[in-house]
């Protein structure tokens, strides 16, 4: 090939037509990509948007602070996925062999998906509790073993202080299953005991009078005597159930034992000691028992 | 090449009937495609709506509204999937490359197979608890060790409300084997252990003529005394059981327990406390025992 | 290109037999599958049939019904899998990618194998209930806690009624072993602790000599006295069995219980109460225990 | 183009040497398919005829019937997966696209690897059950908390009936570690407590005695006295043990009580109740214990 | 073909354009891969340091070394994979068969994902009980069945030295629920159970003007008496609680022992020993008791 | 096309150099494949053979025949594998598709995977039990709740007897944590409790008298007294510790109860009963205790 | 074609300067191959032997040899990676489908994956712990409910021997959490029950004098006399700590115990019995108690 020949290949090369429509049309896509790319993640961020301000109408203040970090965190998410997703179509579109890159990132998920599953569950769990609102800073709640108030609720784990003022940490994703003491009235429940030798109908007489007459700042309604729950050879149990303000049944408990032991007590009514009946042998003779 | 060499290549490439032919089928596919989703979803959505008709026709009014609120969730998801493979479609119609976005689905996929399968479940496990009817708002029932009353039913969560007014949030898949105290009519269960030197007939008696002229608007039959439940060093253990209306029988359990205490009071019957035979030796001597 | 060479070409291009051929092998295809798929389910459904009928002739009537539900599902099941292969194999004759098709189809089987193996599970566990009769409606079984007469036997679930008439409702998936009580008879086992003064033979004589003379309906033979099943501080436990008609155990040992009770007693042979010997020593002198 | 040159073309296509070649080919290849596939499955049918007839001659009856329904089994499921593979390998020849039929088995496949993973795994050690003769119907064994007599030994679940009438389905897979007690003959093991006073030499000489001249037909050797098992407060522990017949343990255990008792009593030596040593104080004065 | 033919043949393939035009792109895009991953190594660097700069400004300096060593962490592995992504680019740019490679890399993840799934759960606890500051060596935690002074925080185990000596080596994976002990101040609780024949008001003034005038140094508050934390036969409970300095609960609550049993000593209330009534019988005649 | 014209096609086409060149070189690799499959598998033969004699050069010759069982096994799979891979190679060449087999042969692997996990499990673990030589028949080994002596290692069971008789089946897999009680030395331990009032040294010196002088066949040294082991309120006790011969604790333990109890008995030191001090108060007036 | 032309065209094929270079340029690839894949094996071992060695000089000689077992695994590992990848390579450069020993090479790993992930996770485990150091042969460890004394630590099983003989085999991947004794110096820990009676002081200070005078080889410090552990109806409990040399705190009890008991014998203070209040009702009249 003279040298001619070869010029006018190269310049036949780069006036090819194909050539030029297939790198424009190229050039359009990936216009097209960044479009819709940008497009897409504006769409998210508004849909979040308006999720999160529409829960928020309806809440409290310091919710709205946590509900902003819920939707900070989604946009994210978003945002980084659809800018994967933009950057693969890039790429491809120019010729480059994705297959390296999607197999980095399945090797990486896998890895993800295998030993960071809790990390996942934690975080899906966290983002529902605040969604949910399960339970807010302050209450108090029990999870498992672990009972006190909420300290701190993170999208990963959540801080409990129990009474005693040791923080328990735990994921949000061994969260299964949450009692809330926070959200109603609690019942304080107060079981006496007392002797079988006692008339019943007197000792339900005398702590239904105490009852009546008693006050507390917590208490809802005035306590309520059940009636005997429990027949038992150390005596006759009654049940007094008093309604008081959550989580304040520890603190009317006590003020219904101190008045219930100090009636009980003028009325002359026993509390129990255990009992038994013995019978008394005297041994005569040798070794055997009894005999 | 010249110019209208060029021009003329443009104008065959232009009128090249393969080309517009390839067009004019694609341009139909994406009809058809977009014609056939929105079929799709269209036929789903009736499915759906008669499948909840069927069923909203022999239930209660709040039912009802569950269920708008299951269909709705179905019409969703099932929008959500037709529209996805229908993109997908026409997409690839154009001719873009799908493999990126849908590496991009399929580590989603697995991200949310791996770390959310539990919220998956939940949802799978709440959309049958309201379609097989399992437990409405307002049952007592018992799941695991929290028992209480039906506060609300979620699709992701389910909350119960224990008699002493802890919220127990409880998530669908955790709620494997319910246990629903409001269906049927209960039994209240007594056993009263009277001492061995009571003769049984007598107290059988006692205890028979009292129930039978026992009232309480719980019960729904007089209750019965079944007879020796056990005997052992305490004493004879007699069993009375009482069919009563649903969840009433710890009311029904007090009422029976104070009538039988009264009528055995009455009868001179003892309620045995623990009794044990002692034998007395007094020591005598050096170190060894019983010598 | 004049327009008669545009048009000869159109024209070949129409003419063309390769593409006819491979439009008419395309539409014989379909039919193809069409036809063979219709045949396939039709195979499916007469197998399906024919099992059936033929464990049907050896059942109980309101088994039958069971069996055409279990049927049912299983022709619905094969039915889908069946149409959907159909179809995919048809619209990849006419050339249309199915790639995003069954990427769809595939990350909603992971879903459903990660969040719903357990419905499945269900399901498969359900089928094989029904299909091995492992319990009927009515029987009395146990499975993990759950104890009671069968209510309901579904395809998710079985439902449970306690003797106390709490309804249990446990997933298929959860039966893994299950206790069927009303299958063969019972036998009831009543165990005696007698003193240790009393002659062991005369007791055993008394008790021998009272099961004898026993009645009750729901005795298949006469109860069995076994011997002396323990020695204990206690006093000899002697041990005592019948055989009763399936689920009359409880009412077969009250009834035991209560002929043995007034046989010992008219015999005058003891229940021991726990027994102690005490060696009394009396202190002296200041505060040393023993001294 | 002429009628003619058409019909050329078409001739020339029809007589082209390499398509027909191809075809030859192509029956001849699905002839082959046939052929191995069937050859295949006959070489894994005698196999399998061969291992069972080979186990067959070693065993019993009863047996044998067994290992008949497994080889059924295994034949089964062999010649579907030839058969399925070589229907696989016909159409891929045909030129038809397998991609949606294997995606179809692919999901399937999944869905039973995920939901039906503890059917197949019952399926499994089902067969090693009767394979490598763990236990055969009639034998005593327990499983987990779950012991009787085997009732039935199928391939997904087995039955046991317990003592005292239930039968308890179990599936398979549950059956990790199986105790059989009908194998070798067992131990029934007697733990005797004597009180401190007795001399422990002339004890364990009249428990030898009466050992010696124990008869039971259940009996392999005379009973064996082992010597002092435990020294406690409550007394001296003697331990006897006699190897019986697989399965009477408890019925020889029996026996061995009651001569034990009889001979201890005849020879005056005590079953010792409980003792304690009790201090007595007399409170003089005020409220201070032991002042 | 003669020489001169074969060299032209050589010489028109070595300058042909397209080859070179290939070549020359290829280069390019190596050059260009290289240059990207050392950019997103680069920025990944600058960014992993900035976040831990922020982070430290706010720290202890013991922490800024961990937040090093994570950092330096993080910048290998991410160096890892983006490497191992450009040489696989550059690989396939010199139409290197990469699937081999990845299929290693596959094989080798899947056991990794499989095998190694808590080796990687340890290190992203590790790394996050670093990053949310959970514990800090010298803390005194509780994790599971634990409890101990941090002595080293590691990215797989944790050191947790118990207060008796021992070392306890904790995978991080197995860190889930964290308490520490080492936050907050702790409350010493003090239960004394007093007779019921003291006066409850006495008691409760006594401990409390003991409490008043109590000196400790790691007291915060003045210990508080909280009333009657439970009536049960042995006697009535008093519950005392004291704010202290965090972990010295357990010094604390042995100077209130010590005090309020001095307290309680001078005031002559008696701490009850445990009660019980006994009724004699003594036995007359034959072999029943109580008779 | 005229005959001469057909006829020399067909044999230009069977006389054509590529075609013959490409069938010759698929003959060739082929029987490659055929000597490298052969080669491979006789390389596995022979290596896992020098492995067998290396080990069994130092072992048991009981050993030796278990080894080979398991040289055997592994020489199967290898070969199994290795062919499996030739017939694909082979297959592969003469362009038969494999798609539908290795998905054949992909969803048994997936189907084994999952449902057979447990089988592949118990024989790796069974594999490396003989390797390893954790035990052996005849040992008394304890696993999980499983103790007695092992009767048969097979590759999926161990068959484990009690001494009580009993036969435990244990899948290999279930085999976690083996103790075995026949490697070493075992040490008897009995504990003494003797009273209070005894003076310890004493006591010590009698019972270090006793075990110099003490000869057992099982003995391997003297008994060691060690010293207090425990204050309570029940005595002081006294440990002893005895090192005997394997697995022969118990026989030593009963030779150590029966001479300390002797030695005890002969020099006066009394082993304690419960002791208790009690109050003695004698009620006065109505209905209150301790008035 | 003649003979001639024929010859021609097999020169021409063989003089193919495309075909020469082709083959040239797979085989400097393939020499390429084995170059890098022998540089890699070569890099990486040597960047172990440095790791090792930079590990082995801060340690004891002991350690120097477990270390290189642990090299000479990772290099084996690592060169059989490296050779299949490289192997994989050469073979597809040689245009062999790798398709089936890749698909074989899949199974297997999946077979590996499922089966063997707890060989794997045992393997990997027991690495980490020759690395971590977390304990050596020698030391006394607990694991789960295991302790003794390290006896092997294997790659794949730690044994373990108890202090009473047995040995423990323990699969590595079961050590999750460890608690090494033989790190630190121990605490012993003995409590000591007085009565109440006692002057708490008086007790507190001849305990207190006690210890400074006591002597023990294996105590690091006086043991310290902390205070009142509890009150309790038995008495009050006086806690007594001793910093011992690790692992020696058993033997230091004891002699606490000793030394404790005797001073406490010397100044006449008591340990207390267990004591009780009892009240004595004689019984007047009928049957019932309490009349």
Chains 1, 2, 3, 4, 5, 6, 7 share one sequence.
């Not at 339900?204 to 027949?231: C, K, S, W």
């Amino acid at each position: 090939m003279s040298f001619n020949e070869r010029y006018n290949k190269v310049m036949e090369w780069l006036t090819d037509n194909e050539l030029w429509l297939a790198f424009g049309s190229s050039v359009l896509r990936v216009a097209l990509f960044l479009l819709i790319g940008r497009l897409v993640v504006w769409i998210i961020h508004k849909t979040i948007d308006r999720v999160i301000l529409e829960r928020e109408s309806k809440r409290l203040p310091n919710h709205t602070r946590r509900m902003t970090t819920v939707g900070k965190l989604m946009k994210n998410v978003a945002s980084y996925v659809v800018y994967f997703i933009t950057v693969m179509l890039i790429l491809s579109e120019f010729g480059i062999n994705l297959g390296p890159l999607l197999a980095g990132a399945g090797v990486l998920g896998l890895a993800i998906g295998f030993g960071a599953q809790s990390l996942v569950k934690d975080i899906i769990t966290g983002f529902f509790i605040v969604l949910e609102d399960q339970f807010a800073v302050g209450d108090v709640i029990q999870t498992g073993q672990f009972k006190g108030t909420v300290d701190m609720i993170g999208l990963r784990t959540t801080r409990v202080q129990s009474w005693t003022g040791e923080v328990h940490i735990i994921p949000n994703g061994m969260i299964n299953e949450v009692t809330n003491f926070s959200v109603n009235n609690t019942i304080a429940v107060v079981d006496i005991t007392i002797a079988f030798e006692e008339e019943v109908d007197r000792a339900l007489d005398v702590i239904r009078h105490t009852m009546i007459t008693l006050r507390d700042e917590n208490l809802i309604n005035a306590p309520e005597v059940l009636g005997i729950q429990a027949i038992a050879p150390t005596g006759v149990t009654i049940r007094v159930i008093a309604e008081c303000r959550p989580n304040t049944h520890s603190i009317v408990s006590r003020t219904l034992n101190m008045e219930i032991k100090k009636a009980l007590d003028a009325s002359g009514i026993e509390i129990p000691y255990p009992r038994m009946v013995t019978y008394h042998r005297n041994e005569k003779g040798g070794g055997i028992n009894g005999a």
